[in-house]
Protein backbone atom coordinates (compact mmCIF):
# COMPACT_ATOMS: atom_id res chain seq x y z
CA UNK A 1 0.00 0.00 0.00
CA UNK A 2 1.54 3.43 -1.11
CA UNK A 3 0.56 6.70 -0.46
CA UNK A 4 -0.80 6.52 -4.07
CA UNK A 5 -3.16 3.61 -3.52
CA UNK A 6 -4.46 6.19 -0.19
CA UNK A 7 -4.98 9.06 -2.36
CA UNK A 8 -6.49 6.74 -5.52
CA UNK A 9 -8.77 5.21 -3.11
CA UNK A 10 -10.03 8.20 -1.71
CA UNK A 11 -11.08 10.03 -5.17
CA UNK A 12 -12.67 6.62 -5.44
CA UNK A 13 -14.48 7.21 -2.17
CA UNK A 14 -16.01 10.71 -3.47
CA UNK A 15 -16.69 9.18 -6.96
CA UNK A 16 -18.84 6.78 -5.71
CA UNK A 17 -20.56 9.48 -3.45
CA UNK A 18 -20.94 11.78 -7.03
CA UNK A 19 -22.89 8.78 -8.73
CA UNK A 20 -25.10 8.70 -5.30
CA UNK A 21 -25.23 12.32 -5.26
CA UNK A 22 -26.46 11.54 -9.03
CA UNK A 23 -28.88 8.88 -8.38
CA UNK A 24 -30.64 10.77 -5.73
CA UNK A 25 -31.08 13.41 -8.24
CA UNK A 26 -32.51 10.79 -11.22
CA UNK A 27 -34.21 8.05 -9.30
CA UNK A 28 -37.45 7.58 -9.57
CA UNK A 29 -38.76 8.27 -5.68
CA UNK A 30 -35.61 9.19 -3.71
CA UNK A 31 -32.63 6.71 -2.59
CA UNK A 32 -31.40 6.23 1.26
CA UNK A 33 -28.51 8.81 0.76
CA UNK A 34 -27.21 9.21 3.97
CA UNK A 35 -26.15 5.42 4.52
CA UNK A 36 -24.39 5.43 1.20
CA UNK A 37 -22.39 8.87 1.87
CA UNK A 38 -21.15 7.08 5.08
CA UNK A 39 -19.90 3.95 3.73
CA UNK A 40 -18.19 5.26 0.83
CA UNK A 41 -14.67 4.91 2.00
CA UNK A 42 -15.65 1.32 3.27
CA UNK A 43 -16.83 0.27 -0.14
CA UNK A 44 -14.22 1.71 -1.83
CA UNK A 45 -11.69 0.59 -0.06
CA UNK A 46 -13.31 -3.29 0.14
CA UNK A 47 -13.89 -3.41 -3.47
CA UNK A 48 -10.93 -1.81 -4.86
CA UNK A 49 -8.10 -3.01 -2.38
CA UNK A 50 -8.88 -5.82 -0.06
CA UNK A 51 -11.50 -8.12 -1.85
CA UNK A 52 -10.25 -10.58 -4.13
CA UNK A 53 -13.30 -10.48 -7.27
CA UNK A 54 -13.06 -11.05 -10.75
CA UNK A 55 -15.59 -8.69 -12.27
CA UNK A 56 -15.27 -10.97 -16.29
CA UNK A 57 -16.06 -14.23 -13.75
CA UNK A 58 -18.09 -12.92 -10.88
CA UNK A 59 -18.55 -16.72 -9.94
CA UNK A 60 -14.98 -17.43 -9.60
CA UNK A 61 -14.76 -19.64 -6.85
CA UNK A 62 -11.73 -18.17 -4.84
CA UNK A 63 -13.71 -14.66 -5.06
CA UNK A 64 -14.41 -13.19 -1.55
CA UNK A 65 -18.08 -13.29 -0.77
CA UNK A 66 -19.47 -9.96 0.03
CA UNK A 67 -22.48 -9.80 1.86
CA UNK A 68 -24.37 -6.35 2.49
CA UNK A 69 -26.73 -6.96 5.40
CA UNK A 70 -27.81 -3.30 4.84
CA UNK A 71 -29.56 -3.95 1.72
CA UNK A 72 -30.52 -0.37 1.56
CA UNK A 73 -26.82 0.44 1.58
CA UNK A 74 -27.35 -0.95 -2.39
CA UNK A 75 -27.28 3.15 -3.87
CA UNK A 76 -23.61 3.32 -2.69
CA UNK A 77 -22.87 -0.56 -3.31
CA UNK A 78 -24.27 -0.16 -6.77
CA UNK A 79 -21.81 2.29 -7.41
CA UNK A 80 -18.72 0.67 -6.10
CA UNK A 81 -19.60 -2.46 -8.34
CA UNK A 82 -20.43 -0.34 -11.24
CA UNK A 83 -16.80 1.49 -10.64
CA UNK A 84 -15.08 -1.93 -9.96
CA UNK A 85 -16.57 -3.12 -13.57
CA UNK A 86 -19.15 -5.56 -12.44
CA UNK A 87 -22.02 -3.74 -14.72
CA UNK A 88 -22.25 -0.33 -16.55
CA UNK A 89 -22.20 2.30 -14.83
CA UNK A 90 -25.29 3.70 -16.48
CA UNK A 91 -27.65 0.92 -14.77
CA UNK A 92 -27.67 4.06 -11.85
CA UNK A 93 -29.53 6.30 -14.09
CA UNK A 94 -32.50 3.45 -14.10
CA UNK A 95 -32.36 3.08 -10.51
CA UNK A 96 -35.80 1.72 -8.78
CA UNK A 97 -37.48 1.78 -12.27
CA UNK A 98 -39.47 -1.32 -13.42
CA UNK A 99 -37.48 -4.36 -13.71
CA UNK A 100 -34.44 -2.16 -13.43
CA UNK A 101 -30.81 -3.98 -12.88
CA UNK A 102 -30.99 -1.77 -9.56
CA UNK A 103 -33.29 -0.76 -7.15
CA UNK A 104 -33.56 0.26 -3.46
CA UNK A 105 -32.35 -3.00 -1.94
CA UNK A 106 -29.69 -5.64 -3.35
CA UNK A 107 -31.07 -7.66 -5.52
CA UNK A 108 -28.53 -10.95 -6.50
CA UNK A 109 -31.18 -11.94 -9.40
CA UNK A 110 -31.00 -8.96 -11.18
CA UNK A 111 -27.21 -8.24 -10.14
CA UNK A 112 -23.98 -9.98 -11.40
CA UNK A 113 -21.50 -10.11 -8.49
CA UNK A 114 -24.32 -10.33 -5.78
CA UNK A 115 -24.05 -13.07 -3.51
CA UNK A 116 -27.46 -12.56 -1.76
CA UNK A 117 -30.56 -10.45 -1.82
CA UNK A 118 -31.05 -8.47 1.11
CA UNK A 119 -32.88 -5.59 2.59
CA UNK A 120 -35.09 -7.15 5.61
CA UNK A 121 -32.67 -6.11 8.50
CA UNK A 122 -30.64 -8.32 10.93
CA UNK A 123 -30.82 -11.26 8.28
CA UNK A 124 -27.16 -10.45 6.58
CA UNK A 125 -25.08 -11.42 9.70
CA UNK A 126 -26.47 -15.13 9.81
CA UNK A 127 -25.63 -15.94 6.36
CA UNK A 128 -21.89 -14.67 6.67
CA UNK A 129 -21.65 -16.94 9.50
CA UNK A 130 -22.96 -19.89 7.37
CA UNK A 131 -20.73 -18.67 3.88
CA UNK A 132 -17.58 -18.79 6.72
CA UNK A 133 -18.30 -22.10 7.96
CA UNK A 134 -18.61 -23.18 4.24
CA UNK A 135 -15.61 -21.70 3.49
CA UNK A 136 -14.20 -23.29 6.69
CA UNK A 137 -15.54 -26.94 5.48
CA UNK A 138 -13.46 -26.63 1.88
CA UNK A 139 -10.67 -24.89 3.94
CA UNK A 140 -11.02 -22.11 1.48
CA UNK A 141 -8.38 -19.18 0.97
CA UNK A 142 -11.18 -16.79 0.61
CA UNK A 143 -12.43 -14.57 3.24
CA UNK A 144 -16.50 -13.51 4.53
CA UNK A 145 -17.01 -9.21 4.54
CA UNK A 146 -20.54 -8.70 5.83
CA UNK A 147 -21.49 -4.91 5.91
CA UNK A 148 -23.74 -3.80 8.60
CA UNK A 149 -25.52 -0.75 9.43
CA UNK A 150 -25.81 0.47 13.20
CA UNK A 151 -29.36 0.74 13.66
CA UNK A 152 -29.80 -2.98 12.65
CA UNK A 153 -27.83 -4.50 15.71
CA UNK A 154 -31.06 -3.56 17.37
CA UNK A 155 -32.22 -6.56 15.94
CA UNK A 156 -31.95 -10.18 18.03
CA UNK A 157 -30.71 -11.99 15.13
CA UNK A 158 -27.16 -10.45 14.67
CA UNK A 159 -26.58 -10.72 18.39
CA UNK A 160 -27.54 -15.03 17.36
CA UNK A 161 -25.27 -14.55 15.13
CA UNK A 162 -22.06 -12.91 16.44
CA UNK A 163 -22.47 -15.51 19.30
CA UNK A 164 -22.33 -18.05 16.39
CA UNK A 165 -19.36 -16.87 14.58
CA UNK A 166 -16.80 -16.82 18.08
CA UNK A 167 -18.56 -20.34 18.59
CA UNK A 168 -17.45 -21.23 15.59
CA UNK A 169 -13.90 -19.64 15.60
CA UNK A 170 -14.62 -18.15 12.12
CA UNK A 171 -11.39 -16.40 11.78
CA UNK A 172 -12.17 -16.44 7.86
CA UNK A 173 -14.88 -13.26 8.37
CA UNK A 174 -14.84 -9.72 8.74
CA UNK A 175 -17.90 -7.96 9.91
CA UNK A 176 -17.91 -4.27 9.66
CA UNK A 177 -20.61 -1.80 11.06
CA UNK A 178 -21.55 1.58 9.23
CA UNK A 179 -21.61 3.05 13.06
CA UNK A 180 -23.07 6.34 11.62
CA UNK A 181 -25.30 7.38 15.18
CA UNK A 182 -28.93 7.22 12.90
CA UNK A 183 -31.64 4.70 12.50
CA UNK A 184 -34.60 5.83 10.79
CA UNK A 185 -36.31 7.61 13.82
CA UNK A 186 -33.57 9.48 14.63
CA UNK A 187 -30.44 9.41 16.84
CA UNK A 188 -29.68 5.30 18.01
CA UNK A 189 -29.10 6.44 21.54
CA UNK A 190 -32.75 8.23 21.69
CA UNK A 191 -34.57 4.94 19.65
CA UNK A 192 -32.80 2.18 21.39
CA UNK A 193 -29.44 2.42 23.14
CA UNK A 194 -26.62 0.52 21.66
CA UNK A 195 -23.76 1.96 23.37
CA UNK A 196 -21.15 0.80 24.84
CA UNK A 197 -21.41 -1.27 21.48
CA UNK A 198 -17.45 -2.21 21.00
CA UNK A 199 -17.35 -3.47 24.77
CA UNK A 200 -20.71 -5.91 23.64
CA UNK A 201 -19.28 -6.79 20.68
CA UNK A 202 -15.57 -7.68 22.38
CA UNK A 203 -17.68 -9.46 25.09
CA UNK A 204 -19.15 -11.67 22.44
CA UNK A 205 -16.05 -13.32 21.87
CA UNK A 206 -14.89 -11.04 17.97
CA UNK A 207 -11.88 -9.18 17.64
CA UNK A 208 -12.80 -5.66 17.62
CA UNK A 209 -11.15 -3.01 15.53
CA UNK A 210 -12.73 0.59 15.96
CA UNK A 211 -11.71 3.03 13.47
CA UNK A 212 -12.89 6.60 12.08
CA UNK A 213 -14.52 4.99 9.22
CA UNK A 214 -14.36 8.10 6.80
CA UNK A 215 -10.95 7.33 7.09
CA UNK A 216 -8.83 5.51 4.05
CA UNK A 217 -5.67 5.22 6.01
CA UNK A 218 -7.65 3.55 9.21
CA UNK A 219 -10.09 1.57 6.84
CA UNK A 220 -7.12 0.00 5.42
CA UNK A 221 -4.65 -1.05 8.33
CA UNK A 222 -8.14 -2.50 10.02
CA UNK A 223 -8.61 -4.29 6.97
CA UNK A 224 -5.30 -5.23 6.72
CA UNK A 225 -4.62 -6.70 10.00
CA UNK A 226 -5.23 -10.69 9.87
CA UNK A 227 -8.09 -11.82 11.87
CA UNK A 228 -7.14 -13.08 15.77
CA UNK A 229 -6.26 -16.63 15.34
CA UNK A 230 -9.74 -18.64 16.02
CA UNK A 231 -11.43 -15.25 16.21
CA UNK A 232 -14.12 -13.25 13.58
CA UNK A 233 -13.17 -9.90 13.35
CA UNK A 234 -15.61 -6.48 13.70
CA UNK A 235 -14.52 -3.03 12.12
CA UNK A 236 -16.75 -0.54 13.99
CA UNK A 237 -16.64 2.02 11.29
CA UNK A 238 -17.62 5.99 13.26
CA UNK A 239 -18.87 7.29 10.10
CA UNK A 240 -20.98 10.74 9.45
CA UNK A 241 -23.84 10.23 8.15
CA UNK A 242 -24.79 11.90 5.02
CA UNK A 243 -20.77 12.28 5.21
CA UNK A 244 -19.59 15.13 2.60
CA UNK A 245 -22.70 17.04 2.28
CA UNK A 246 -22.93 19.74 4.45
CA UNK A 247 -26.72 19.85 4.46
CA UNK A 248 -26.98 16.44 4.86
CA UNK A 249 -24.37 15.56 7.40
CA UNK A 250 -25.26 14.09 10.47
CA UNK A 251 -29.28 14.43 10.13
CA UNK A 252 -31.71 11.93 10.88
CA UNK A 253 -33.46 13.07 7.70
CA UNK A 254 -30.21 12.26 5.87
CA UNK A 255 -31.37 8.33 6.13
CA UNK A 256 -33.91 9.22 2.62
CA UNK A 257 -33.76 11.77 0.01
CA UNK A 258 -34.49 13.13 -3.39
CA UNK A 259 -32.54 15.98 -4.30
CA UNK A 260 -33.94 18.27 -6.89
CA UNK A 261 -31.12 19.61 -9.63
CA UNK A 262 -30.34 22.72 -7.52
CA UNK A 263 -29.61 20.82 -4.23
CA UNK A 264 -27.66 17.90 -6.46
CA UNK A 265 -25.76 20.75 -7.77
CA UNK A 266 -24.91 22.21 -4.66
CA UNK A 267 -24.19 18.64 -3.12
CA UNK A 268 -22.03 17.96 -6.24
CA UNK A 269 -20.30 20.64 -5.64
CA UNK A 270 -18.77 19.98 -2.32
CA UNK A 271 -17.64 16.40 -3.14
CA UNK A 272 -14.95 16.61 -5.13
CA UNK B 1 -40.10 -65.07 1.87
CA UNK B 2 -39.17 -62.39 -0.77
CA UNK B 3 -41.98 -60.47 0.01
CA UNK B 4 -40.55 -60.34 3.43
CA UNK B 5 -37.10 -59.08 1.64
CA UNK B 6 -39.06 -56.07 -0.58
CA UNK B 7 -40.70 -55.22 2.68
CA UNK B 8 -38.77 -51.47 3.85
CA UNK B 9 -36.39 -51.82 6.58
CA UNK B 10 -38.52 -48.21 7.76
CA UNK B 11 -42.12 -49.54 8.59
CA UNK B 12 -43.40 -48.91 11.84
CA UNK B 13 -40.55 -46.23 12.38
CA UNK B 14 -41.89 -42.56 12.91
CA UNK B 15 -41.05 -39.89 9.91
CA UNK B 16 -38.32 -38.38 12.56
CA UNK B 17 -36.75 -41.64 13.01
CA UNK B 18 -36.12 -42.16 9.26
CA UNK B 19 -35.19 -38.67 8.55
CA UNK B 20 -32.50 -39.55 11.35
CA UNK B 21 -31.54 -42.56 9.06
CA UNK B 22 -32.11 -41.43 5.41
CA UNK B 23 -30.10 -38.20 6.38
CA UNK B 24 -26.81 -40.18 7.41
CA UNK B 25 -27.34 -42.45 3.77
CA UNK B 26 -27.49 -38.77 1.70
CA UNK B 27 -24.48 -37.39 3.91
CA UNK B 28 -22.96 -40.98 3.36
CA UNK B 29 -23.47 -40.35 -0.67
CA UNK B 30 -22.82 -36.92 -0.88
CA UNK B 31 -20.09 -34.82 0.70
CA UNK B 32 -22.75 -31.21 0.01
CA UNK B 33 -24.90 -32.54 2.77
CA UNK B 34 -24.69 -31.11 5.88
CA UNK B 35 -27.26 -31.10 8.94
CA UNK B 36 -28.40 -27.60 11.12
CA UNK B 37 -30.42 -27.47 14.22
CA UNK B 38 -31.45 -25.04 17.04
CA UNK B 39 -30.19 -27.47 20.19
CA UNK B 40 -32.76 -29.96 19.05
CA UNK B 41 -30.44 -32.58 16.85
CA UNK B 42 -31.73 -35.01 19.29
CA UNK B 43 -35.74 -34.22 19.27
CA UNK B 44 -35.28 -33.89 15.23
CA UNK B 45 -32.78 -37.38 15.06
CA UNK B 46 -29.20 -36.18 14.24
CA UNK B 47 -27.49 -37.68 16.90
CA UNK B 48 -26.18 -40.50 14.47
CA UNK B 49 -25.38 -37.89 11.90
CA UNK B 50 -23.31 -35.85 14.41
CA UNK B 51 -21.51 -38.96 15.18
CA UNK B 52 -20.90 -40.30 11.97
CA UNK B 53 -20.05 -36.85 10.20
CA UNK B 54 -19.02 -34.30 13.37
CA UNK B 55 -17.24 -31.83 10.98
CA UNK B 56 -20.63 -31.79 8.88
CA UNK B 57 -23.11 -31.06 12.08
CA UNK B 58 -23.78 -27.37 12.90
CA UNK B 59 -25.96 -26.53 16.57
CA UNK B 60 -26.77 -22.85 16.45
CA UNK B 61 -28.12 -23.10 20.06
CA UNK B 62 -31.59 -21.80 20.48
CA UNK B 63 -31.59 -19.50 17.96
CA UNK B 64 -33.47 -20.71 15.29
CA UNK B 65 -33.18 -17.18 13.05
CA UNK B 66 -29.54 -17.49 12.83
CA UNK B 67 -29.84 -21.60 11.91
CA UNK B 68 -32.22 -20.22 9.36
CA UNK B 69 -29.75 -17.72 7.48
CA UNK B 70 -26.51 -19.67 8.34
CA UNK B 71 -28.47 -22.20 6.42
CA UNK B 72 -28.80 -19.76 3.12
CA UNK B 73 -25.46 -18.51 4.10
CA UNK B 74 -23.83 -22.46 4.04
CA UNK B 75 -26.35 -23.00 0.29
CA UNK B 76 -24.12 -20.30 -1.22
CA UNK B 77 -21.24 -22.11 -0.61
CA UNK B 78 -22.71 -25.27 -2.51
CA UNK B 79 -23.31 -26.64 0.81
CA UNK B 80 -27.10 -28.87 0.53
CA UNK B 81 -28.23 -27.77 4.31
CA UNK B 82 -30.41 -30.54 5.83
CA UNK B 83 -32.40 -27.98 8.58
CA UNK B 84 -34.50 -29.24 11.61
CA UNK B 85 -36.62 -28.15 14.48
CA UNK B 86 -39.62 -28.02 15.49
CA UNK B 87 -42.55 -26.85 12.57
CA UNK B 88 -43.93 -24.53 14.85
CA UNK B 89 -40.57 -22.64 15.05
CA UNK B 90 -39.45 -23.29 11.27
CA UNK B 91 -41.92 -21.81 9.95
CA UNK B 92 -43.08 -18.81 12.16
CA UNK B 93 -39.74 -18.01 14.51
CA UNK B 94 -37.30 -18.33 11.35
CA UNK B 95 -39.95 -18.17 9.01
CA UNK B 96 -38.87 -14.32 7.56
CA UNK B 97 -35.03 -16.17 7.26
CA UNK B 98 -37.19 -19.21 5.66
CA UNK B 99 -38.64 -17.09 3.07
CA UNK B 100 -35.83 -13.87 2.43
CA UNK B 101 -33.00 -15.54 2.98
CA UNK B 102 -34.05 -19.07 0.89
CA UNK B 103 -36.94 -18.78 -0.80
CA UNK B 104 -36.24 -15.44 -2.94
CA UNK B 105 -33.01 -16.80 -3.30
CA UNK B 106 -33.65 -20.17 -4.29
CA UNK B 107 -31.55 -21.69 -2.22
CA UNK B 108 -31.55 -25.28 -2.29
CA UNK B 109 -32.08 -25.88 1.55
CA UNK B 110 -34.24 -28.58 2.71
CA UNK B 111 -36.22 -27.28 5.88
CA UNK B 112 -37.13 -30.71 7.67
CA UNK B 113 -39.56 -30.14 10.13
CA UNK B 114 -40.33 -32.21 12.97
CA UNK B 115 -43.15 -32.05 16.11
CA UNK B 116 -45.61 -31.07 13.55
CA UNK B 117 -49.62 -30.71 13.40
CA UNK B 118 -50.44 -31.47 16.89
CA UNK B 119 -48.47 -34.46 17.40
CA UNK B 120 -46.57 -32.61 20.50
CA UNK B 121 -49.84 -32.92 22.35
CA UNK B 122 -49.03 -32.33 25.64
CA UNK B 123 -46.50 -29.38 24.56
CA UNK B 124 -49.75 -27.50 24.11
CA UNK B 125 -50.38 -24.57 21.15
CA UNK B 126 -47.00 -23.34 21.84
CA UNK B 127 -45.14 -26.34 20.89
CA UNK B 128 -47.87 -27.62 18.01
CA UNK B 129 -47.78 -26.52 14.24
CA UNK B 130 -50.78 -25.78 12.70
CA UNK B 131 -50.12 -23.12 10.49
CA UNK B 132 -46.55 -24.03 8.01
CA UNK B 133 -48.31 -25.87 5.57
CA UNK B 134 -50.21 -22.39 4.65
CA UNK B 135 -47.09 -20.39 5.64
CA UNK B 136 -44.98 -22.32 3.47
CA UNK B 137 -46.91 -23.19 0.53
CA UNK B 138 -46.91 -19.31 0.04
CA UNK B 139 -43.11 -18.71 -0.79
CA UNK B 140 -42.66 -19.04 -4.52
CA UNK B 141 -40.85 -21.61 -5.62
CA UNK B 142 -41.12 -23.44 -2.16
CA UNK B 143 -42.07 -27.38 -2.60
CA UNK B 144 -44.31 -28.72 0.63
CA UNK B 145 -43.65 -32.32 0.55
CA UNK B 146 -46.09 -33.99 3.67
CA UNK B 147 -44.87 -38.26 4.24
CA UNK B 148 -47.66 -40.21 5.49
CA UNK B 149 -45.67 -42.91 6.83
CA UNK B 150 -41.89 -43.28 7.63
CA UNK B 151 -41.34 -45.40 4.31
CA UNK B 152 -42.63 -42.91 2.26
CA UNK B 153 -40.27 -40.45 4.47
CA UNK B 154 -37.31 -41.83 3.29
CA UNK B 155 -38.61 -41.77 -0.14
CA UNK B 156 -39.56 -38.20 0.04
CA UNK B 157 -35.80 -37.30 1.82
CA UNK B 158 -34.44 -39.33 -1.39
CA UNK B 159 -35.99 -37.19 -3.72
CA UNK B 160 -35.43 -33.68 -2.30
CA UNK B 161 -31.23 -34.32 -2.93
CA UNK B 162 -31.46 -33.36 -6.36
CA UNK B 163 -34.27 -30.84 -5.95
CA UNK B 164 -32.74 -27.52 -7.19
CA UNK B 165 -34.72 -24.81 -5.26
CA UNK B 166 -35.97 -24.85 -1.16
CA UNK B 167 -37.97 -27.56 -0.16
CA UNK B 168 -40.45 -28.16 2.98
CA UNK B 169 -40.61 -31.23 4.42
CA UNK B 170 -43.23 -32.03 7.27
CA UNK B 171 -42.63 -34.33 9.78
CA UNK B 172 -44.17 -35.86 12.84
CA UNK B 173 -43.44 -37.30 16.13
CA UNK B 174 -44.66 -40.55 16.88
CA UNK B 175 -45.22 -43.98 14.83
CA UNK B 176 -47.25 -43.10 11.88
CA UNK B 177 -49.91 -46.12 11.22
CA UNK B 178 -48.46 -47.91 7.94
CA UNK B 179 -49.32 -47.03 4.83
CA UNK B 180 -46.27 -48.31 2.32
CA UNK B 181 -44.52 -51.51 3.22
CA UNK B 182 -42.13 -51.14 0.36
CA UNK B 183 -39.60 -48.47 -0.35
CA UNK B 184 -39.88 -46.73 -3.76
CA UNK B 185 -39.11 -43.74 -5.59
CA UNK B 186 -40.68 -40.60 -4.76
CA UNK B 187 -42.37 -38.39 -7.83
CA UNK B 188 -42.47 -34.80 -6.34
CA UNK B 189 -46.08 -33.96 -7.43
CA UNK B 190 -47.62 -36.93 -7.46
CA UNK B 191 -50.65 -37.52 -5.38
CA UNK B 192 -51.16 -41.33 -4.82
CA UNK B 193 -54.69 -43.13 -5.19
CA UNK B 194 -54.50 -45.54 -2.32
CA UNK B 195 -58.02 -46.89 -2.60
CA UNK B 196 -60.50 -46.27 -5.08
CA UNK B 197 -64.51 -45.45 -4.15
CA UNK B 198 -67.95 -44.63 -5.54
CA UNK B 199 -69.07 -42.50 -3.15
CA UNK B 200 -66.81 -40.06 -1.62
CA UNK B 201 -62.57 -39.34 -2.15
CA UNK B 202 -60.93 -38.89 1.21
CA UNK B 203 -57.71 -36.60 0.43
CA UNK B 204 -55.43 -36.93 3.17
CA UNK B 205 -51.63 -35.93 4.18
CA UNK B 206 -49.12 -36.82 6.93
CA UNK B 207 -49.96 -39.38 9.72
CA UNK B 208 -53.90 -39.07 8.99
CA UNK B 209 -53.44 -40.87 5.89
CA UNK B 210 -53.08 -43.97 7.90
CA UNK B 211 -56.52 -42.73 9.90
CA UNK B 212 -58.18 -41.97 6.64
CA UNK B 213 -57.38 -45.89 5.49
CA UNK B 214 -59.08 -47.29 8.83
CA UNK B 215 -61.75 -44.69 8.46
CA UNK B 216 -62.45 -45.95 4.96
CA UNK B 217 -62.65 -49.72 6.19
CA UNK B 218 -65.58 -48.46 8.81
CA UNK B 219 -67.30 -46.49 6.63
CA UNK B 220 -67.60 -49.69 3.87
CA UNK B 221 -69.34 -51.53 7.32
CA UNK B 222 -71.37 -48.47 7.10
CA UNK B 223 -72.10 -49.39 3.18
CA UNK B 224 -70.12 -45.94 2.15
CA UNK B 225 -67.60 -46.93 -0.61
CA UNK B 226 -64.92 -43.86 0.46
CA UNK B 227 -61.52 -43.65 -1.68
CA UNK B 228 -58.37 -42.95 -0.19
CA UNK B 229 -55.80 -40.52 -1.83
CA UNK B 230 -52.47 -39.19 -0.16
CA UNK B 231 -52.02 -36.01 -1.12
CA UNK B 232 -48.16 -35.84 0.42
CA UNK B 233 -46.81 -33.18 -2.06
CA UNK B 234 -48.86 -29.95 -1.20
CA UNK B 235 -46.94 -27.92 -3.53
CA UNK B 236 -46.70 -28.28 -6.68
CA UNK B 237 -50.05 -29.80 -5.91
CA UNK B 238 -51.16 -32.81 -8.57
CA UNK B 239 -54.01 -30.92 -9.73
CA UNK B 240 -54.85 -33.76 -12.73
CA UNK B 241 -55.16 -36.54 -9.79
CA UNK B 242 -57.42 -34.21 -7.57
CA UNK B 243 -59.69 -33.21 -10.30
CA UNK B 244 -60.01 -36.61 -11.85
CA UNK B 245 -61.21 -37.85 -8.15
CA UNK B 246 -63.30 -34.91 -7.72
CA UNK B 247 -65.74 -35.97 -10.69
CA UNK B 248 -65.45 -39.88 -10.49
CA UNK B 249 -66.38 -39.57 -6.62
CA UNK B 250 -68.32 -36.33 -6.91
CA UNK B 251 -67.48 -35.79 -2.71
CA UNK B 252 -64.37 -35.07 -1.36
CA UNK B 253 -63.12 -34.83 2.23
CA UNK B 254 -59.37 -33.38 2.58
CA UNK B 255 -57.94 -34.41 6.10
CA UNK B 256 -55.13 -32.62 7.89
CA UNK B 257 -53.27 -31.97 10.89
CA UNK B 258 -53.40 -28.08 10.19
CA UNK B 259 -55.76 -25.43 10.69
CA UNK B 260 -58.39 -25.86 7.92
CA UNK B 261 -57.30 -22.51 6.61
CA UNK B 262 -54.85 -22.34 3.81
CA UNK B 263 -53.83 -26.17 4.23
CA UNK B 264 -54.18 -29.66 2.22
CA UNK B 265 -57.90 -28.48 2.19
CA UNK B 266 -57.56 -24.97 1.17
CA UNK B 267 -54.80 -26.10 -2.04
CA UNK B 268 -57.71 -28.33 -2.71
CA UNK B 269 -60.20 -26.28 -2.78
CA UNK B 270 -58.39 -23.67 -5.32
CA UNK B 271 -57.75 -26.89 -7.74
CA UNK B 272 -61.47 -27.74 -7.96
CA UNK B 273 -62.83 -24.45 -8.17
CA UNK B 274 -60.71 -23.24 -10.38
CA UNK B 275 -61.51 -26.26 -12.76
CA UNK B 276 -65.09 -25.53 -12.26
CA UNK B 277 -65.51 -29.31 -10.82
CA UNK B 278 -68.95 -30.09 -9.42
CA UNK B 279 -68.23 -31.53 -6.10
CA UNK B 280 -69.50 -31.93 -2.96
CA UNK B 281 -66.74 -30.51 -0.70
CA UNK B 282 -65.68 -30.55 3.02
CA UNK B 283 -62.72 -29.39 4.29
CA UNK B 284 -61.62 -31.56 7.78
CA UNK B 285 -59.12 -30.64 9.98
CA UNK B 286 -58.41 -28.20 13.07
CA UNK B 287 -61.45 -25.74 12.73
CA UNK B 288 -59.81 -22.87 13.52
CA UNK B 289 -59.02 -22.60 17.16
CA UNK B 290 -55.93 -22.91 19.34
CA UNK B 291 -55.62 -26.35 20.47
CA UNK B 292 -55.33 -27.63 24.11
CA UNK B 293 -52.82 -30.29 25.46
CA UNK B 294 -52.96 -33.99 25.87
CA UNK B 295 -51.36 -37.52 24.58
CA UNK B 296 -51.76 -37.43 21.04
CA UNK B 297 -53.72 -39.99 20.48
CA UNK B 298 -56.67 -38.32 22.72
CA UNK B 299 -56.32 -35.37 21.14
CA UNK B 300 -56.76 -36.66 17.52
CA UNK B 301 -60.03 -38.66 19.00
CA UNK B 302 -61.07 -35.16 20.44
CA UNK B 303 -60.94 -33.37 17.29
CA UNK B 304 -62.55 -35.97 15.43
CA UNK B 305 -59.29 -36.90 13.42
CA UNK B 306 -58.80 -40.33 14.26
CA UNK B 307 -60.29 -43.14 12.42
CA UNK B 308 -63.43 -43.17 13.86
CA UNK B 309 -63.50 -39.44 13.77
CA UNK B 310 -62.56 -39.14 10.28
CA UNK B 311 -65.89 -41.74 9.51
CA UNK B 312 -68.16 -39.99 11.58
CA UNK B 313 -67.31 -36.20 9.56
CA UNK B 314 -67.72 -38.46 6.46
CA UNK B 315 -71.47 -40.39 7.77
CA UNK B 316 -72.33 -36.44 8.64
CA UNK B 317 -71.38 -34.86 5.57
CA UNK B 318 -72.99 -37.29 3.20
CA UNK B 319 -76.13 -37.04 4.88
Known amino acids: MSGKDVKNLKHIANEIRRDVIRTARDCAEGVHIGGSLSLAEVYA ?32 FSAAMARRGFFPLEELKNFDKLNAMLSMHVDKHRMPGVEISSGSLGHGLPIAVGAAIGGKLDQAKWHVYCILGDGEMMEGSNWEALMSGAHYKLDNLTAIIDRNMYSIDGPTEEVMSLEPLADKIRDFGWQLIEVDGNDVEQLLD ?26 LEGKASSHFAQFNQEDADRALAEVE | MENEINKSQFIGKSSRDVFGKVLVELAEKDQRVVAVTADLSGSVRMVEFKKRFPERFFNFGIAEQNMMGASAG ?36 RICATHSGISF ?27 ADGV ?44 EGKDIAILACGGLVGHALD ?24 KETIIKVAESTGAILTVEEHNVINGLGSAVAEVIAEAGSEVRFKRHGILDVFTTSGPYEDLLAYYFLDAEGIAETVQNFLV
Open chain 1, 222 to 247: AFNRTNDTGKPKLILANTIKGKGVSF
Open chain 2, 121 to 147: GVGGATHQSLEDIGIFRNMPGMTVLVP
Open chain 1, 45 to 76: VLFFFVAQLDTNNPKWTDRDRIILSKGHGNVG
Open chain 2, 74 to 109: LAITGKIPYTSTYAVFASMRAGEQARTDIAYNKLPV
Open chain 2, 152 to 195: ETAAILRSTLALRGPVYVRLGRFIEKTVYEKEFKYTISKADILQ
Open chain 2, 215 to 238: AADLLKANGIDAGVVNVSTIKPID
